[in-house]
């Protein structure tokens, strides 16, 4: 076929073989730019690849993309970073075949409350076996504005930026020794009867204590004190007659919490040492009990210290 090609260019006249010369030229230019073309196209070709992506909180997605760094994947699909926000790759990595990529968002936002500020316990004196709380306790308050990081809308850490006082606490003040009306101790609580040994039937404060009659022949272990009744107490001396106590944590048969009033005293009944009367030592006994060493006393009211102050 070329060969005969060739015989007719050799045969044409002039004119035809111009024409022929030119197609010739138009023909390779043709040949040269299709394969030009094709060589680039290849040359420039961008495979793309399948991957995950996890954007914060949001469900997991699936995208094809041209192989890319990752800063430019996020580019093409339109996903911009936050100042704080950070990638599991890193930017400028290539992307490859079924990577997945997961983007932690950093988002920070302002919180105030209003909280408590703890009073403070503060001691005075030294010793002694009473204490007393001279000033109550009370909370103050303060303002506090925080600054809250949130990783994944999960918060992360919280830094208090700003506080104001509105309210100053008051510290609780507690005083050791002495005695007075909210004045508490922990003792030892005994029994005795009227017919203990060097009792007379008669308490300190005149109050007859009898081992068979009970307390001013009511044939109770009660004395009836301005409308109350009340168990009669042998105490220390700096506690006064006619003083209300009221006692707790003690081994008696009787309700868990009685009160009693100081009318006695005794050679032994020192400091925090506390006698009660319950009729008689070898005979009737209106209720019973052992001794308790870790009972709670506090001081209800104090008394006048008169003797036959009952009356």
């Known amino acids: 076929m070329l060969k005969k090609a060739k015989e007719v260019i050799v045969?044409?006249?002039?004119?035809?073989?111009?024409?022929?010369?030119?197609?010739?030229?138009?023909l390779i230019v043709i040949f040269a730019t299709v394969t030009t073309g094709a060589v680039n196209q290849v040359m420039n070709y961008i495979p793309t690849?399948?991957?995950?992506?996890?954007?914060?909180?949001?469900?997991?997605?699936?995208y094809l993309v041209k192989q890319d760094t990752v800063k430019n994947v996020l580019t093409e699909l339109d996903i911009e970073l936050n100042k704080g926000d950070t990638v599991n790759k890193k930017l400028n990595s290539i992307i490859q075949q079924n990577d997945s990529l997961k983007i932690t968002r950093l988002e920070t936002s302002t919180i105030t409350k209003i909280e408590s500020i703890p009073y403070k316990t503060v001691v005075k004196g030294k010793g002694g076996w009473s204490k007393t709380v001279t000033q109550k306790g009370k909370n103050g308050q303060v303002k506090k504005t925080y600054l809250v990081t949130y990783s994944n809308k999960k918060e992360v850490s919280r830094k208090v930026i700003k506080e104001k006082v509105i309210k100053k606490p008051v510290n609780k003040v507690i005083k050791n020794g002495g005695i007075q009306k909210g004045t508490t101790f922990t003792g030892r609580l005994t029994l005795y009867g009227?017919?203990?040994?060097?009792?007379?039937?008669?308490?300190?404060?005149?109050?007859?204590?009898?081992?068979?009659?009970?307390?001013?022949?009511?044939?109770?272990?009660?004395?009836?004190?301005?409308?109350?009744?009340y168990y009669c107490l042998a105490a220390d001396r700096s506690?006064?007659?006619?003083?209300?106590?009221?006692?707790?944590n003690h081994n008696l048969r009787t309700k868990s919490t009685i009160y009693g009033i100081v009318v006695d005293r005794g050679g032994a009944i020192k400091g925090n040492k506390i006698d009660i009367f319950n009729g008689s030592e070898r005979g009737r006994k209106y209720f019973s009990g052992g001794t308790s060493t870790r009972t709670k006393f506090e001081i209800v009211s104090l008394g006048s210290g008169r003797a036959y102050f009952w009356k």
Do not use: H, M, Q, W
């Open 11 to 26: 045969s044409a006249n002039s004119r035809t073989k111009c024409i022929l010369a030119v197609a010739c030229v138009y």
């Open 49 to 62: 690849v399948d991957i995950k992506l996890k954007d914060g909180v949001d469900k997991e997605k699936r």
């Open 194 to 229: 009227g017919d203990c040994r060097g009792c007379s039937g008669r308490s300190a404060s005149g109050l007859k204590l009898s081992p068979s009659s009970g307390v001013n022949n009511s044939k109770t272990p009660y004395l009836k004190y301005k409308g109350k009744k």
């Open 239 to 248: 506690i006064p007659f006619g003083t209300i106590i009221k006692i707790s």
